[in-house]
């Protein structure tokens, strides 16, 4: 495979893998914080309606991105309610949450199913889209993916470099202890848990602005559980959650890949890769617990309650 066709694969790589980059790193800050949110397939879907609703409805793709946004943080505060407020079980909390979101968005979005709308262009980075191989994949890119590039780095810089980091990685790792010290736990994983839905809504509002610039119901095939994996497939480390949502986007249009080159391949087994993928990741991180088990927050998925 020479460089001018290897250029297209890397790009559409990045595209493919921009929702779920977005929505794995809001769900590594909420984990972080010690909360596990199970929710993000149904926060996803009800961003991506709600986005696309508005944006059509208002014929601005801006007002569509900040509406959906807004439909994840909302998605997110009533899980927030039910396992932060009442202290309710968090992997109940998630899978309803889920079940709910995919239900609301059906719903509300029942009648803009099909309608089309004209979504985020590529914009080209003068100069910088003109270099070999990375100019095509990394600069000639829609708006909306220039921003993951910039929220990833806002995310890596917060975690590795900055105070909040610290702050959230001793909430996820003893809130008691954390609490003692005078830190705000329950604040601090209420804010990690809106954040991880504002950006689940931003990850549904690229798929049905830019990606595929429509609405139709479970768009988001099942890319919210795949980013939960993706999480653990990066052990929790921010660098590895972007190279793993890029491994799994090129995973999700390789089936396009064998069709293209010929491959006597059927089209639906190869589009099972990134599923399989994903279980393979799994299975693989099991046989060692004891690695998982030490990059994972002390505190992920218990709920903690004050002076208790």
């Not at 505060?77 to 309803?96: K, W």
């Not at 993916?145 to 910039?150: D, T």
Request: aromatic letters at 10%; hydrophobic letters at 60%.
């Amino acid at each position: 495979m020479d460089i001018d066709s290897l250029s297209p694969l890397l790009y559409a790589m990045v595209r493919t893998g921009t929702p779920l980059l977005l929505v794995a790193l809001g769900e590594l800050v909420c984990e972080k914080s010690g909360v596990l949110n199970l929710g993000q397939e149904g926060m996803m879907l009800f961003g991506a309606a709600i986005g696309f609703i508005v944006a059509f409805s208002s014929g601005s793709l801006w007002l569509g991105v900040l509406f959906a946004c807004l439909a994840g943080i909302l998605l997110a505060a009533l899980f927030a309610l039910v396992a932060l407020g009442l202290n309710a079980n968090q992997v109940a909390c998630g899978l309803a949450l889920t079940i709910f979101g995919v239900g609301l968005s059906t719903f509300v979005g029942a009648g803009w199913v099909g309608k089309p709308l004209a979504g985020f262009e590529p914009l080209a980075v003068p100069g910088l889209s003109r270099l070999p191989l990375l100019g095509h994949m990394l600069f000639t890119q829609d708006v909306l993916v220039y921003l993951s590039f910039a929220l990833f780095a806002l995310v890596a810089g917060c975690l590795l470099k900055s105070r909040v980091g610290l702050i959230l990685q001793a909430v996820g790792e003893n809130p008691d202890a954390a609490s003692a010290l005078g830190l705000p736990v329950r604040g601090v994983r209420l804010l990690a848990v809106l954040f991880g839905g504002a950006m689940a809504g931003l990850a549904g509002a690229y798929l049905s602005l830019a990606y595929t610039p429509m609405w139709a119901e479970n768009m988001t095939a099942g890319r919210g559980w795949i980013a939960l994996a993706l999480v653990v497939f990066a052990s929790w480390r921010v660098f590895r959650v972007l190279l793993g949502a890029w491994l799994f986007g090129l995973a999700s249009i390789l089936h396009l890949v064998a069709q293209g080159v010929g491959l006597a391949i059927p089209a639906n087994l190869l589009a099972m890769l990134p599923y399989v993928a994903t279980i393979l990741v799994l299975v693989l991180l099991s046989r060692d617990a004891l690695k998982t088990r030490l990059y994972a927050p002390a505190s992920l998925g218990e709920p903690w309650k004050a002076g208790r």
